[in-house]
């Protein structure tokens, strides 16, 4: 953020005002390098402070005891309301300030945000639990895989016949990992199965780690496979929050957005209405709802994973028809006015974009949840990197579908229901309603395939480790 702020303010680091449009100067190849290398660092940046902050966030808390768990389930939430509201203030006052008063000032205020959150950050460094890295988990499921596969001949039925093999710490640190054997991917058992007692050297390690693994490197591999099902249904939801970022703000250029006798709201202010949703939805429900039903009834009072991922589909689908509606009538509006933009307030995109908000509110927060709590301790940045590429890759399958449908639509001369740049031409929303049809497919699946990885019957046996007294952190530490 530095170099991109002295890209700004150094005249010399930046080629001159154009003034003659279509002969304007030229970058240097070196000025463009101080940019790129300024981008290319906040996207190293990025990657390494998005999925860590969380798995940092969560290491925190002493999941062991029933206080530390209900703080952890606050922890997401306002992990994600934080980062809504940073994105508001970026959106809104920087955005602002970087267009309408100076570029150098817009890049000063975020530049300085991040030297005084690395600030606190350090200043806290002494009080952080800080779990040691032991080794690439990576490398442990390249080995389960292989080993299962080399023993894909023994049957099913002799599981009974052949012993587990646990390390020799596991029987000490299951208590502190929560993972014991369970029954789900039973192909994968068979790489923990000693078939021959030559598969154990003297000391009682493996002869052979490609061949003999431990229950706990099976049981980590099974859960990376199990957040598959949920990860499927978290790309339907984030598919529909993507298409208002994108065909909503087309919605608000063309619609009328003056307010008063000469103040226009930027098309790009509509997207913080589902943000904005999303912070007053959490703050009802960690400040107001979850108190006052706990001192009411006297027990916990929150919504589990699959309640709340099974809202944020119902919303996705509800998002979709309503934005299918509204642009139907914002569409007619136009074409009987014979105008580019409709005669509509943009305060008509309101119901769509809150309804937006609310999918992240209950779906976004409670998969990003469920990813952390379910893979092993070792593996929680990667479940926060899973969240970030959810998003990513449900951004590339709308644009798929985008072209699929511009293609199909638009063969023998017709004209497509998508593309050019007059939304009045087009049948945005037809679109908007294949998109609802998607979300009733996700609910379906949902309903019959991914709720049974997040049951709460799973997260208990988790939570309780399978059988008898979860140690302390500090047990679990002195082991």
Known sequence: MALMTLTAGVPHFRPPKCTDLPNCVQPENWQLGLLFTGLGLLAIGAGGLRPCGIAFGVDQFDTSTAKGRKQLESFFNLWYLSFTVSLIVALTGVVYIQTNVSWVIG???????????VTIFLIGRHTYILKKPEGSVFSDIVKVIVASIRKRKIPHDHKSKYPFYHHPLDSQQQYCSNRVRTQRFKCLDKAAMIVDPSELSSTGLPENKWRLCSVQQVENLKCVVGILPVWLTGMGC?????????????????????IGSSFKIPPGWVTEIAMITLSIWIFIYEGIYIPKLVKLFKKDARLTMV??????????????VTAGIIERKR???????NTYTAPLPIFWLIPQ???SGLIEAFDSVAIMEFFTRQMPESMR????????????ISSYLSSLIVNIIHKLTGRNGANPWLGGHDLN???????????????????IYFTFVGSKFVAREELQEVEDGGHGRKLSSEECHEL
């Open 107 to 117: 890049f000063a205020i975020p530049t300085t945000c991040l030297l005084f959150s």
């Open 238 to 258: 984030m598919l529909v929050i993507d298409q208002q970022t994108t065909f909503g703000v087309l919605q608000a250029i063309q619609m009328t957005r003056t």
């Open 307 to 320: 309640m709340r991922i099974r809202i944020g589909i119902i919303m996705s689908i509800f998002c979709m």
């Open 331 to 337: 569409r007619d509006s136009a074409i009987n006015n």
């Open 353 to 355: 974009f809150m309804l």
């Open 381 to 392: 940045t990667v479940a926060s990197a899973v969240f970030f590429i959810t998003l990513s």
């Open 425 to 443: 031409k087009n049948r945005l929303d037809y679109y908007y309603y294949i998109i609802a049809g998607f979300g009733v497919l996700n609910l």
